[in-house]
């Protein structure tokens, strides 16, 4: 009988209760704030970060674990289980995957990495389907099985009312010169397919809140929405209105709000959110 451990990186959007619950590693990111470099979740917290990187004089720097760090979390794993899988955040945010991989080939354990092809809790939704179905006694292959099904279902939705950080982070590098030069230009960014695409762009606040009234509407029509969750970074106002919306028209639907990881915070900046959902 099959016997599979869980493992995510630390960008994914899940509760304490959730990671004890369905027994799932957590393999942490490193950030640095004005030299001084902490842990994500294990000497800093989301919260925490927040306050600093809004404080910062630089923009902070984020780290994949190192090889060292992957070890010591795969070497913590029991050896009655037959089959390690490592869920890691799409490349498109970070490199971690690429580690994740060295990692796989240097290991003697039966150890496979899945690119998720998202983060926060979008890439939650497969860590949780997976780990449910670790414990259900399911094969790798059954799994994998699932995971490509919540893939291909899964919608993320973020928007970003700061350019600068995502623009000096790299991440919409070859959109740089036709953005900055737009005074107060807000975002709207889709992941999917291991791509970070503009869904929409324009100044003020109003772009994005025009988008997501139309996000609200195609998950009014949606059937069988599994979950929904929301993330941001420091402000809750528009959060809550969302909130109220979705309590409205899918009030049985598990929604989760909480502060973003500190990858995603700092490459999205100050006020930007995400709302992330799925469907069977």
């Known amino acids: 009988m099959s016997k599979v451990k869980i493992i995510a990186d630390s960008s994914v959007q899940l509760t304490p209760e959730e990671i004890e619950k369905y027994d799932i590693s957590i393999v942490p990111l490193t950030i640095s704030i004005d030299e001084k470099t902490y842990v994500?979740?294990?000497?800093?917290?989301?919260?925490?970060?927040?306050?600093?990187?809004?404080?910062?004089?630089?923009?902070?720097?984020t780290s994949q674990p190192s090889i060292g760090t992957f070890m010591e979390v795969i070497d913590k794993v029991p050896e009655d289980y037959t089959d390690i899988l490592l869920l890691m955040m799409t490349p498109s945010i970070s490199g971690t995957i690429n580690a994740a991989r060295q990692v796989a080939d240097m290991s003697d354990r039966n150890v496979e990495v899945i690119d998720t092809e998202f983060t926060d809790r979008a890439q939650?939704?497969?860590?949780?389907?997976?780990?449910?179905?670790?414990?259900?006694?399911?094969?790798?292959?059954?799994?994998?099985?699932?995971?490509?099904?919540?893939?291909?279902?899964?919608y993320l939705y973020m928007g970003v009312t700061s350019i600068e950080n995502i623009l000096r982070g790299g991440r919409l590098s070859r959109f740089a010169g036709t953005l900055s030069t737009i005074l107060n230009i807000n975002l709207v960014l889709i992941v999917k397919n291991?791509?970070?695409?503009?869904?929409?762009?324009?100044?003020?606040?109003?772009?994005?809140?025009?988008?997501?009234?139309?996000?609200?509407?195609?998950?009014?029509?949606?059937?069988?929405?599994?979950?929904?969750?929301?993330?941001?970074?420091?402000?809750?106002?528009?959060?809550?209105?969302?909130?109220?919306?979705?309590?409205?028209?899918?009030?049985?639907?598990?929604?989760?709000?909480?502060?973003?990881?500190?990858?995603?915070?700092?490459?999205?900046?100050?006020?930007?959110?995400a709302i992330e959902f799925y469907t069977e």
């Open 40 to 61: 994500d979740g294990v000497n800093i917290t989301r919260e925490k970060f927040v306050e600093e990187m809004d404080s910062s004089k630089d923009l902070p720097k």
């Open 124 to 154: 939650g939704f497969q860590v949780i389907k997976a780990a449910q179905l670790a414990q259900e006694g399911k094969s790798v292959a059954e799994i994998k099985e699932a995971l490509d099904e919540v893939r291909e279902h899964t």
């Open 194 to 273: 291991n791509t970070l695409s503009i869904a929409k762009r324009g100044r003020g606040r109003k772009t994005i809140e025009k988008y997501m009234d139309n996000v609200i509407e195609e998950i009014k029509g949606l059937k069988n929405i599994k979950a929904i969750g929301i993330s941001y970074v420091d402000k809750m106002d528009y959060v809550n209105e969302l909130k109220e919306k979705l309590a409205e028209i899918v009030p049985n639907v598990p929604l989760l709000i909480r502060v973003t990881s500190p990858v995603i915070a700092t490459h999205a900046g100050s006020g930007a959110f």
